[in-house]
Each structure stands twice: as structure tokens, then as C-alpha cells.
């Protein structure tokens, strides 16, 4: 058995959801599971739903909810041109279950109703896909995946449990595979009190690699607008080349900081049975793409990776004591406990300083807690730009004239903290 994710952009419309189904009829003899996300750019929109709702802002909600209904109203009567279709009632449901929790005012923590609210970007998603599959002849079953990815209540940054999530999905997915195609959300699981979590923005990936991993798939594909992982973001680049394979390490570092075309956490479980991921373009399907794998590593070309909203705190000992190792542990622990992800560090005898996520709300916290032992600057509005296997000359013209702020260099990769402005 396979397993595909279809990310926001590969079914923004009613076309790009035509062009997904016309994907999967290339694979009539594979058992398929397929992971989907929210239909374009809805998380953001219900980012903002959720953002007016805890600001008592109910104009300003209505307005985004009339959005996100608008948006998959298009989808809808694209896809399905009998308005009599069951899936009519089924949006209309899950819409209603959504404006049920709008209309009382927020009781519970912000991470809780953000998971509640946000998450039915997917639930929407996936009961229109699945029922155009259907429509089309593609025998699809929808999948509760809360049923399935059972986690913690770390509420937008969930944690799964492996044993329970291996379970139910053994007992669950490959029953329907013998009737057809099995479509799930991604990013959504669920607690042991049937509560939704998220796992993290941009999550879908992830949820994908549960499934490989769970269900020892042999390979596991990711459908993108980009022909494959790219030597650089072509955002931001002019020319960058494809990637036809990279090891499993070389995705995890390039991913970790910050390249975007898979979430960094998709490809630990993948490795660990070594299943391979395909990243190929649903824009493109007959396109070779990349391959991540059990690869040696060699003979890769220059890559660049950048990640956005990094922010540089710098700590001073107040008592004129060193940073040493005691100290370091400390606040190391300091740093978790914040939850606050260290991308870089550096030290001297009194001053450590650490490029972060510029998270401003938990960095305040954080301020707070060090402030009795420990001067903090914090300097933000940067990004850290990442250069892998890098020649003398691509280093000499990303450095060129600019501020750097933080900077380090093993072998041929280098680490680099520049102001966010900075064109490469
Ligand atoms: N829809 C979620 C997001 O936009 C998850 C995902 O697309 O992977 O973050
Ligand atoms: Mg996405």
C-alpha cells in the first residue's frame, strides 16, 4: 500500500480537485491512503475566524467565516452540479457544528479553541474530496482521522501516541483499503476524550508519515507545486535545480531550517522503516521528482534554506559569573520549559547568546524568568539563512557587505543570522 498528501494548493479549486482525482486514477492497482489538507489557504482564514472570535470582534468574524463558507461554496458548485447532493448537508453540518462553538463566548484556553475551531479547515476538505471521488467512480471511503492519530491535549503542537495511533490504525485502514481509496485529514488528531488536536502548522506531512509508518507502506508521496525539493527556494531564487535524491539526514537538516517544501518532523518515522518519500509535482505528475531515502551522501550541489521570524537573545550574567556548564544546563532548561525552539548558539565567559523562533509572547516569559540572574537583549526582524555543501565563492557573495549577527561554519555548511530584509 501507498500514501499520497495533497497539500492546500493542489486543491485550492474545483479544477485542482478534478486534476487530484485524475492523479489517482494513475494508480488504479495501488492500495491508496490519502492525507489532505485544508483547501487552499483556509487555515489562515480560520486563523483569523479564531483570532476575531477571542477578540469579541463578531463583525470581523462573521465576515472571515463568510470566507471560509464562500471559498468552499465555489468548491462545491464546481464539483457538483446537482444541488441535491448529500454533500450539501454534510458542509452544511460541519459548518454547523463550527458556528455552534462561535456562538458562545470563549470559555477555554486559546490553544484549545484553536484546535476545535481551526481544524475544520480539513473536515471540510476531505468530505468534498471524498465525495467527488465518489462521484467520479474513485470508490472512496472518509476516514475520522481522530479516531485514528490519537494524541495528548498539547493543544496546536499535539504529541502522538505511537501505540495507541499504531492500533487503531492496524485495526481500522486496512479493512477499507479492500473497498477502495481511504481519504483522511491531515494535520487533526484526537484526544483520548475525543477532543481535536493539531500537530503543528503545516502538519498534513506529518500525518502522512503516521499512516507509512503505521501501516509499513512501501512509499509514501507528497503532491506539490514545485517539481521536487530545489536547491533553493524559487521564491526567493532565480534558477534553483531539482534535487533527484537526498538522504534522510540532508532532508531532516534542510527541513529543520526552515526549507518548506515538507515538515521537518515527516521524516523521522519514514526513516525509521525505511520507507521512501516521493516529493513530486501534482502540476506535473509524469515529472521525476525527489526521492529521500536510505541514500550515502554525496556530491550534493549548494542548497540554501532560509527560515523567517528568527529573533537573537543575548544573555549576560548579572553576577560576573561564567557560562559554564552548570549555568548552560540551567538555562537550557529555562529555554524548554518556555518551549522555545533554539535554532542556533554561541557563547563567551559571560555573555551565551541563541538565535530562536521569534515567538514574542513566550520570549516575554521567558525575559521574565531570566531577568534576576541575566541581562537580555533581544534583537528581532531577522532571519537565519542556512547554506549547505557551499562553494568558497557562493559563501563570499552571501556574506558580501551584509550585518551578520550570529554565525557558524562546520565543513562546507554554514549558518548565518542576517537582518530579514537582506536580499540574497
Ligand atoms: N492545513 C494545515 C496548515 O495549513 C496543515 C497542512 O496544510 O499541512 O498548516
Ligand atoms: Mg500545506
Known amino acids: ?174 479493512t477499507l483499503l479492500t473497498q477502495g481509496l481511504v481519504i483522511t485529514q491531515g494535520f487533526l488528531g484526537g484526544t483520548t476524550e475525543n477532543f481535536t488536536t493539531t500537530l503543528g502548522r503545516e502538519g498534513s506531512d506529518f500525518t502522512a508519515a503516521i499512516f507509512s509508518y503505521c501501516l509499513d507502506a512501501q512509499d509514501m508521496s507528497i503532491w506539490k507545486d514545485v517539481p521536487g525539493v530545489l536547491t533553493a527556494d524559487p521564491r526567493l531564487f532565480d534558477h534553483p535545480t531539482l534535487v533527484e535524491q537526498l538522504s534522510y539526514s540532508e532532508a531532516i537538516e534542510m527541513t529543520y531550517y526552515g526549507a518548506q517544501v515538507i515538515h521537518p518532523k515527516t521524516i523521522r518515522p519514514l526513516q525509521n522503516k525505511t520507507i521512501p518519500l516521493h516529493v513530486k509535482s501534482f502540476i506535473d505528475p509524469e515529472g521525476k521528482g525527489t526521492v529521500i531515502g536510505a541514500f550515502e551522501d ?77 541581562e537580555v537583549k533581544k534583537i528581532e526582524g531577522l532571519k537565519l539563512v542556512t547554506i549547505r555543501h557551499t562553494s568558497e565563492a557562493l559563501f563570499d557573495r552571501i556574506i558580501d557587505a551584509r550585518k551578520i549577527y550570529l554565525e557558524e561554519k562546520i565543513g562546507s555548511n554554514i549558518q548565518l543570522v542576517m537582518n530579514k530584509e537582506e536580499i540574497l
Open 1 to 174: 500500500m501507498r500514501v499520497f498528501k495533497f497539500g492546500g494548493a493542489s486543491i485550492k479549486d474545483a479544477e485542482s480537485i478534478q486534476n487530484v482525482a485524475s492523479i489517482v486514477r494513475r494508480f488504479p492497482n495501488d492500495s491508496l491512503v490519502i492525507v489532505i489538507s485544508a483547501s487552499g489557504k483556509t487555515t489562515n482564514a480560520m486563523e483569523l475566524v479564531l483570532k476575531a472570535y477571542w477578540e469579541r470582534d463578531l463583525e470581523e468574524m462573521q465576515a472571515a467565516l463568510n470566507k471560509v463558507k464562500a471559498h468552499h461554496k465555489a468548491l462545491t458548485d464546481g464539483l457538483f452540479p446537482n444541488l441535491e447532493h448529500p454533500v450539501y448537508n454534510e458542509i452544511h453540518d460541519i459548518l454547523i457544528d463550527l458556528e455552534w462553538i462561535l456562538e458562545e463566548e470563549p470559555q477555554d484556553e486559546f490553544d484549545y479553541l484553536y484546535d476545535q475551531i481551526v481544524g475544520t479547515g480539513e473536515l471540510l476538505s476531505t468530505t468534498i474530496v471524498s465525495a467527488y471521488f465518489n462521484e467520479v467512480n474513485l470508490k472512496t471511503t472518509w476516514l475520522d482521522v481522530r479516531d485514528c492519530i490519537k494524541t495528548d491535549n498539547t493543544y496546536r503542537d499535539a504529541n502522538i501516541n505511537w501505540e495507541e495511533t499504531e492500533g487503531a490504525i492496524k485495526e481500522k485502514v486496512p
Open 298 to 374: 554525496k556530491n550534493y550541489p549548494p542548497m540554501i534554506v532560509v527560515k523567517k521570524e528568527q529573533a537573537i537573545l543575548r544573555m549576560v550574567s548579572k553576577d560576573f559569573f561564567f557560562v559554564d556548564e552548570v549555568k548552560f544546563s540551567k538555562l537550557f532548561e529555562t529555554l524548554a520549559k518556555h518551549r522555545i525552539k533554539v535554532n542556533m548558539t554561541q557563547n563567551t565567559a559571560l555573555a551565551f547568546s541563541v538565535c530562536v523562533n521569534d515567538d514574542a509572547q513566550k520570549i516575554e516569559a521567558l525575559i521574565a524568568d531570566l531577568e534576576m540572574n541575566y
